[in-house]
Protein backbone atom coordinates (compact mmCIF):
# COMPACT_ATOMS: atom_id res chain seq x y z
CA UNK A 1 0.00 0.00 0.00
CA UNK A 2 1.50 3.87 -0.66
CA UNK A 3 0.25 6.74 1.40
CA UNK A 4 0.42 9.99 0.16
CA UNK A 5 0.94 13.45 1.56
CA UNK A 6 0.34 16.79 -0.59
CA UNK A 7 3.14 19.89 0.37
CA UNK A 8 -0.16 22.13 -0.07
CA UNK A 9 2.36 24.98 0.97
CA UNK A 10 4.68 24.68 -2.29
CA UNK A 11 3.63 26.17 -5.65
CA UNK A 12 5.82 24.76 -8.64
CA UNK A 13 5.85 27.38 -10.86
CA UNK A 14 7.52 29.71 -7.99
CA UNK A 15 11.36 28.64 -8.02
CA UNK A 16 11.56 29.42 -4.33
CA UNK A 17 8.72 26.90 -4.19
CA UNK A 18 10.27 24.02 -6.61
CA UNK A 19 13.76 24.43 -4.99
CA UNK A 20 11.72 23.80 -1.62
CA UNK A 21 10.24 21.20 -2.61
CA UNK A 22 13.91 19.24 -4.25
CA UNK A 23 15.26 20.02 -0.66
CA UNK A 24 12.42 18.31 0.88
CA UNK A 25 13.12 15.10 -1.10
CA UNK A 26 16.68 15.23 -1.24
CA UNK A 27 16.61 15.62 2.70
CA UNK A 28 14.38 12.75 3.61
CA UNK A 29 15.86 10.21 1.26
CA UNK A 30 18.89 10.29 3.37
CA UNK A 31 16.84 7.91 5.51
CA UNK A 32 18.09 4.65 3.97
CA UNK A 33 14.81 2.85 6.06
CA UNK A 34 11.97 4.44 3.80
CA UNK A 35 12.06 5.24 0.43
CA UNK A 36 10.39 8.55 -0.68
CA UNK A 37 9.03 9.34 -4.42
CA UNK A 38 7.88 12.95 -5.46
CA UNK A 39 4.92 14.00 -7.90
CA UNK A 40 3.20 17.07 -8.81
CA UNK A 41 -0.71 17.72 -8.84
CA UNK A 42 -2.49 20.83 -10.17
CA UNK A 43 -5.64 21.88 -8.33
CA UNK A 44 -6.85 25.76 -9.16
CA UNK A 45 -4.08 26.09 -11.16
CA UNK A 46 -1.17 25.61 -8.81
CA UNK A 47 1.14 22.79 -8.86
CA UNK A 48 1.77 21.24 -5.63
CA UNK A 49 4.39 17.84 -4.55
CA UNK A 50 2.95 15.09 -3.22
CA UNK A 51 5.24 12.73 -1.44
CA UNK A 52 4.48 8.81 -1.69
CA UNK A 53 5.72 6.30 0.65
CA UNK A 54 4.96 2.64 1.71
CA UNK A 55 4.48 3.69 4.99
CA UNK A 56 1.66 6.05 6.86
CA UNK A 57 2.61 9.87 6.13
CA UNK A 58 2.14 12.96 8.30
CA UNK A 59 2.36 16.54 8.26
CA UNK A 60 4.05 16.79 12.39
CA UNK A 61 6.31 13.65 11.62
CA UNK A 62 7.86 14.89 8.05
CA UNK A 63 8.46 18.01 10.14
CA UNK A 64 9.82 16.98 12.91
CA UNK A 65 12.18 14.42 10.95
CA UNK A 66 13.21 17.57 8.33
CA UNK A 67 14.46 19.75 11.28
CA UNK A 68 16.05 16.40 12.71
CA UNK A 69 18.09 15.97 9.27
CA UNK A 70 19.04 20.04 9.11
CA UNK A 71 20.22 20.47 12.95
CA UNK A 72 22.46 17.40 11.96
CA UNK A 73 26.04 18.70 13.50
CA UNK A 74 25.02 21.82 14.44
CA UNK A 75 26.44 23.03 17.64
CA UNK A 76 24.07 24.93 20.10
CA UNK A 77 24.34 27.46 23.13
CA UNK A 78 27.62 28.48 24.53
CA UNK A 79 29.73 25.88 22.43
CA UNK A 80 28.56 27.47 19.43
CA UNK A 81 29.46 30.83 20.56
CA UNK A 82 32.63 30.10 21.98
CA UNK A 83 33.87 27.84 19.17
CA UNK A 84 32.73 31.03 16.79
CA UNK A 85 34.61 33.65 19.03
CA UNK A 86 37.95 31.38 18.61
CA UNK A 87 37.30 31.13 14.83
CA UNK A 88 37.00 34.84 14.25
CA UNK A 89 40.02 35.29 16.12
CA UNK A 90 41.94 32.75 14.38
CA UNK A 91 40.91 34.40 10.73
CA UNK A 92 42.30 37.40 12.30
CA UNK A 93 45.75 35.95 13.01
CA UNK A 94 45.94 34.44 9.24
CA UNK A 95 44.67 37.17 7.89
CA UNK A 96 47.54 39.08 9.44
CA UNK A 97 49.68 36.96 8.38
CA UNK A 98 48.98 37.23 4.60
CA UNK A 99 49.28 40.71 4.88
CA UNK A 100 52.60 40.61 6.22
CA UNK A 101 53.46 38.09 3.60
CA UNK A 102 52.56 40.48 1.07
CA UNK A 103 54.21 42.86 1.97
CA UNK A 104 57.11 41.69 1.95
CA UNK A 105 57.00 40.16 -1.25
CA UNK A 106 56.02 43.79 -2.38
CA UNK A 107 58.71 45.29 -0.57
CA UNK A 108 61.51 42.76 -2.42
CA UNK A 109 59.60 43.49 -5.72
CA UNK A 110 60.30 47.29 -5.53
CA UNK A 111 64.06 46.91 -4.48
CA UNK A 112 64.49 45.42 -7.90
CA UNK A 113 66.75 42.61 -7.19
CA UNK A 114 68.15 40.48 -9.91
CA UNK A 115 69.27 37.10 -9.42
CA UNK A 116 71.21 34.98 -6.78
CA UNK A 117 70.47 38.11 -4.52
CA UNK A 118 66.95 38.65 -5.30
CA UNK A 119 66.40 34.69 -4.15
CA UNK A 120 68.72 35.28 -1.08
CA UNK A 121 65.80 38.16 -0.07
CA UNK A 122 63.19 35.37 -0.76
CA UNK A 123 64.49 32.65 1.40
CA UNK A 124 65.61 35.09 4.16
CA UNK A 125 62.81 37.31 4.39
CA UNK A 126 59.51 35.68 2.93
CA UNK A 127 60.08 32.74 3.57
CA UNK A 128 59.78 32.40 7.17
CA UNK A 129 56.22 34.31 6.49
CA UNK A 130 55.17 31.72 3.83
CA UNK A 131 55.71 29.14 6.38
CA UNK A 132 54.01 31.20 9.32
CA UNK A 133 50.86 32.16 6.92
CA UNK A 134 50.32 28.18 6.25
CA UNK A 135 50.36 27.21 9.77
CA UNK A 136 47.98 29.75 10.94
CA UNK A 137 45.90 29.16 7.78
CA UNK A 138 45.63 25.75 8.49
CA UNK A 139 44.90 26.17 12.23
CA UNK A 140 41.97 28.77 11.00
CA UNK A 141 40.57 26.06 8.45
CA UNK A 142 40.28 23.74 11.23
CA UNK A 143 38.49 25.93 13.32
CA UNK A 144 36.61 26.87 10.39
CA UNK A 145 35.24 23.06 9.37
CA UNK A 146 34.59 22.23 13.42
CA UNK A 147 32.33 25.73 13.32
CA UNK A 148 30.24 24.50 10.29
CA UNK A 149 26.93 23.23 11.26
CA UNK A 150 27.38 21.24 7.71
CA UNK A 151 30.98 20.13 6.07
CA UNK A 152 30.10 21.79 2.83
CA UNK A 153 29.72 25.34 4.96
CA UNK A 154 33.23 24.89 5.67
CA UNK A 155 34.06 26.68 2.27
CA UNK A 156 33.77 30.11 4.69
CA UNK A 157 31.20 32.63 3.56
CA UNK A 158 30.79 32.27 -0.20
CA UNK A 159 31.29 29.21 -2.33
CA UNK A 160 33.81 31.40 -4.70
CA UNK A 161 36.70 30.71 -2.38
CA UNK A 162 39.94 29.77 -3.60
CA UNK A 163 40.76 26.66 -5.49
CA UNK A 164 43.19 25.21 -3.25
CA UNK A 165 40.48 25.82 -0.33
CA UNK A 166 37.64 24.38 -2.32
CA UNK A 167 39.96 21.44 -3.23
CA UNK A 168 40.80 21.05 0.98
CA UNK A 169 37.26 20.96 1.65
CA UNK A 170 36.27 18.46 -1.13
CA UNK A 171 38.77 16.23 -0.03
CA UNK A 172 37.56 16.04 3.45
CA UNK A 173 34.05 15.68 2.42
CA UNK A 174 34.68 12.56 0.18
CA UNK A 175 36.13 11.11 2.93
CA UNK A 176 32.80 10.90 4.90
CA UNK A 177 31.00 10.01 2.06
CA UNK A 178 28.70 6.91 2.19
CA UNK A 179 26.01 5.77 -0.42
CA UNK A 180 23.46 5.93 2.24
CA UNK A 181 24.23 9.74 2.73
CA UNK A 182 26.15 11.94 0.31
CA UNK A 183 23.88 15.23 0.89
CA UNK A 184 27.34 17.64 1.61
CA UNK A 185 29.25 16.20 -1.12
CA UNK A 186 26.34 16.94 -3.53
CA UNK A 187 26.48 20.22 -2.60
CA UNK A 188 29.65 21.11 -2.90
CA UNK A 189 29.49 19.75 -6.43
CA UNK A 190 26.81 22.23 -6.77
CA UNK A 191 28.76 24.98 -6.19
CA UNK A 192 31.54 24.65 -9.06
CA UNK A 193 34.85 22.53 -9.12
CA UNK A 194 38.00 23.92 -8.22
CA UNK A 195 38.81 23.51 -11.94
CA UNK A 196 37.06 26.57 -13.28
CA UNK A 197 38.02 29.75 -11.30
CA UNK A 198 39.17 33.49 -12.41
CA UNK A 199 42.77 33.85 -13.00
CA UNK A 200 42.69 37.42 -12.13
CA UNK A 201 41.26 36.87 -8.13
CA UNK A 202 41.91 33.35 -7.84
CA UNK A 203 38.07 32.47 -6.88
CA UNK A 204 36.16 29.43 -8.13
CA UNK A 205 33.45 30.40 -10.61
CA UNK A 206 30.81 29.39 -9.05
CA UNK A 207 26.80 27.93 -9.80
CA UNK A 208 24.55 30.79 -11.26
CA UNK A 209 22.44 29.71 -8.17
CA UNK A 210 24.35 32.28 -6.40
CA UNK A 211 22.60 34.99 -5.87
CA UNK A 212 23.77 36.46 -2.38
CA UNK A 213 27.36 37.81 -3.02
CA UNK A 214 28.17 40.35 -0.53
CA UNK A 215 25.87 43.14 -1.59
CA UNK A 216 24.48 44.43 1.72
CA UNK A 217 27.20 41.84 3.87
CA UNK A 218 25.30 39.16 2.93
CA UNK A 219 26.64 36.16 1.74
CA UNK A 220 25.69 32.72 0.62
CA UNK A 221 26.94 30.19 2.54
CA UNK A 222 26.82 32.76 5.59
CA UNK A 223 23.19 33.18 4.79
CA UNK A 224 22.88 29.56 5.23
CA UNK A 225 25.05 29.44 8.73
CA UNK A 226 22.11 31.96 10.00
CA UNK A 227 19.15 29.61 8.53
CA UNK A 228 20.52 26.67 10.36
CA UNK A 229 20.44 28.55 13.62
CA UNK A 230 16.48 29.37 13.42
CA UNK A 231 15.26 25.27 12.19
CA UNK A 232 12.09 24.66 14.37
CA UNK A 233 9.99 21.77 13.53
CA UNK A 234 6.65 24.55 13.97
CA UNK A 235 8.81 27.06 11.02
CA UNK A 236 8.89 23.63 8.59
CA UNK A 237 5.68 22.56 8.58
CA UNK A 238 4.09 25.81 8.38
CA UNK A 239 6.38 26.06 5.12
CA UNK A 240 4.70 23.18 3.62
CA UNK A 241 1.90 22.38 4.58
CA UNK A 242 0.27 25.58 5.47
CA UNK A 243 0.54 28.49 2.53
CA UNK A 244 0.76 32.13 4.33
CA UNK A 245 2.14 35.46 3.25
CA UNK A 246 5.84 35.25 4.41
CA UNK A 247 6.46 37.22 7.41
CA UNK A 248 10.69 36.73 8.00
CA UNK A 249 12.92 39.29 7.68
CA UNK A 250 16.47 39.08 5.84
CA UNK A 251 18.36 35.69 5.63
CA UNK A 252 17.11 35.23 1.98
CA UNK A 253 18.80 33.36 -0.58
CA UNK A 254 17.18 35.68 -3.05
CA UNK A 255 15.20 33.11 -5.00
CA UNK A 256 11.34 33.92 -4.87
CA UNK A 257 10.73 36.26 -7.82
CA UNK A 258 8.86 38.48 -5.26
CA UNK A 259 12.33 39.94 -4.18
CA UNK A 260 12.25 41.82 -7.26
CA UNK A 261 11.44 44.98 -5.05
CA UNK A 262 12.58 47.75 -8.15
CA UNK A 263 10.39 50.91 -8.05
CA UNK A 264 9.19 50.14 -11.58
CA UNK A 265 8.27 46.69 -9.89
CA UNK A 266 5.83 47.91 -6.74
CA UNK A 267 3.29 50.37 -6.11
CA UNK A 268 5.40 52.28 -3.26
CA UNK A 269 8.49 53.00 -2.16
CA UNK A 270 10.29 49.76 -2.05
CA UNK A 271 12.80 51.06 1.00
CA UNK A 272 10.33 53.06 3.35
CA UNK A 273 9.33 51.97 6.60
CA UNK A 274 7.19 49.08 7.01
CA UNK A 275 7.37 48.33 3.40
CA UNK A 276 10.62 45.80 3.81
CA UNK A 277 10.92 42.74 2.44
CA UNK A 278 9.72 39.67 3.75
CA UNK A 279 10.41 36.08 3.49
CA UNK A 280 10.51 32.19 4.60
CA UNK A 281 13.46 30.96 6.30
CA UNK A 282 12.67 27.37 6.28
CA UNK A 283 11.72 27.41 2.74
CA UNK A 284 14.66 29.06 1.96
CA UNK A 285 16.79 26.57 3.80
CA UNK A 286 15.20 23.47 2.35
CA UNK A 287 15.03 25.56 -1.32
CA UNK A 288 19.09 25.86 -0.44
CA UNK A 289 19.31 21.85 0.51
CA UNK A 290 17.63 21.27 -3.09
CA UNK A 291 20.63 22.37 -4.82
CA UNK A 292 22.12 18.74 -4.30
CA UNK A 293 20.19 17.56 -7.28
CA UNK A 294 21.72 20.33 -9.68
CA UNK A 295 25.35 19.63 -10.03
CA UNK A 296 27.60 22.16 -11.51
CA UNK A 297 30.34 20.65 -14.01
CA UNK A 298 33.45 22.15 -15.60
CA UNK A 299 33.32 23.44 -19.12
CA UNK A 300 36.63 24.94 -21.20
CA UNK A 301 34.54 28.86 -20.80
CA UNK A 302 33.78 28.02 -17.08
CA UNK A 303 30.82 25.75 -15.27
CA UNK A 304 27.32 23.99 -16.77
CA UNK A 305 24.47 24.00 -13.87
CA UNK A 306 21.84 21.67 -14.64
CA UNK A 307 18.96 23.68 -16.11
CA UNK A 308 20.93 26.97 -16.32
CA UNK A 309 20.85 28.02 -20.30
CA UNK A 310 22.60 31.07 -21.51
CA UNK A 311 19.78 32.42 -24.38
CA UNK A 312 19.15 35.55 -26.02
CA UNK A 313 17.89 37.45 -23.18
CA UNK A 314 20.51 36.04 -20.43
CA UNK A 315 20.67 32.50 -18.85
CA UNK A 316 17.42 31.26 -17.89
CA UNK A 317 16.66 28.58 -15.48
CA UNK A 318 14.44 25.73 -16.74
CA UNK A 319 12.72 23.08 -14.61
CA UNK A 320 10.16 19.91 -15.23
CA UNK A 321 6.72 19.26 -13.39
CA UNK A 322 6.06 15.74 -13.62
CA UNK A 323 2.88 13.54 -12.91
CA UNK A 324 4.47 9.93 -11.81
CA UNK A 325 5.78 9.41 -8.69
CA UNK A 326 9.43 9.52 -9.26
CA UNK A 327 12.27 8.66 -6.64
CA UNK A 328 15.82 10.55 -5.99
CA UNK A 329 17.81 8.95 -8.60
CA UNK A 330 15.92 9.05 -11.47
CA UNK A 331 14.93 12.99 -10.58
CA UNK A 332 18.36 13.36 -10.93
CA UNK A 333 18.61 12.05 -14.88
CA UNK A 334 14.77 13.77 -15.01
CA UNK A 335 15.62 17.28 -14.10
CA UNK A 336 19.16 17.15 -17.05
CA UNK A 337 16.53 16.13 -19.33
CA UNK A 338 18.38 17.70 -22.79
CA UNK A 339 14.52 17.79 -24.28
CA UNK A 340 13.72 20.47 -21.28
CA UNK A 341 16.42 22.80 -23.11
CA UNK A 342 15.10 23.35 -26.12
CA UNK A 343 13.30 26.53 -27.24
CA UNK A 344 10.23 24.73 -27.79
CA UNK A 345 10.43 21.34 -25.91
CA UNK A 346 8.75 18.29 -27.89
CA UNK A 347 5.59 18.00 -25.59
CA UNK A 348 5.33 14.28 -27.31
CA UNK A 349 8.81 13.58 -26.07
CA UNK A 350 8.58 14.85 -22.20
CA UNK A 351 5.21 12.88 -22.18
CA UNK A 352 6.73 9.78 -22.78
CA UNK A 353 8.85 10.99 -19.31
CA UNK A 354 5.60 11.99 -17.46
CA UNK A 355 6.30 15.85 -17.99
CA UNK A 356 3.41 17.63 -17.35
CA UNK A 357 4.74 20.80 -17.51
CA UNK A 358 7.47 22.84 -18.04
CA UNK A 359 8.84 26.45 -16.54
CA UNK A 360 11.54 28.78 -17.14
CA UNK A 361 12.31 31.96 -14.75
CA UNK A 362 15.08 34.63 -16.36
CA UNK A 363 18.41 35.06 -13.60
CA UNK A 364 18.45 39.03 -13.87
CA UNK A 365 21.12 41.16 -12.50
CA UNK A 366 20.19 44.68 -11.39
CA UNK A 367 22.70 47.47 -10.88
CA UNK A 368 26.69 47.16 -11.48
CA UNK A 369 28.84 44.47 -9.04
CA UNK A 370 29.48 45.10 -6.34
CA UNK A 371 26.41 47.40 -5.22
CA UNK A 372 23.97 44.85 -7.34
CA UNK A 373 20.75 42.55 -6.81
CA UNK A 374 20.37 38.94 -8.58
CA UNK A 375 16.74 37.87 -8.86
CA UNK A 376 13.99 35.50 -10.99
CA UNK A 377 11.78 36.67 -12.84
CA UNK A 378 8.28 35.32 -12.72
CA UNK A 379 8.09 32.23 -14.37
CA UNK A 380 6.43 31.28 -17.50
CA UNK A 381 5.77 27.63 -19.79
CA UNK A 382 8.20 26.99 -22.36
Known amino acids: MTYELELTGLDGSNPLGFLAALGTLAELSADPSTIYRMSWV ?75 ERQRAIDDEA ?27 ALGKDPGATPEHFRFTAERIAGRLSLADRRCGDLLAAFGSEAVFDIKNNRVRTTPFCFVTGSGHQYFLATVVELLSNVTVARIEQALFHPVPHADAKLSMRWDPVEDRRYAMMWSDPTSTGNEAKTNWALNLLAYRGLQLLPSVPLARGVATTGFLKRDNGPEWTWPIWSAPVGIDPLRSLLALSELQKEQPNRAVLAACQVAEVFRSARLQVGNPPLHKLNFSPSHTA
Open 127 to 153: QPLVTDYGLKRADWLKLLELASPSPEL
Open 42 to 116: TASGVWRPRLHTEQPLEASAVASRLAELLRLGTAAGKDAEQLQEKLEAADKVQMHAKKALKETLDDIKKRKLRGE
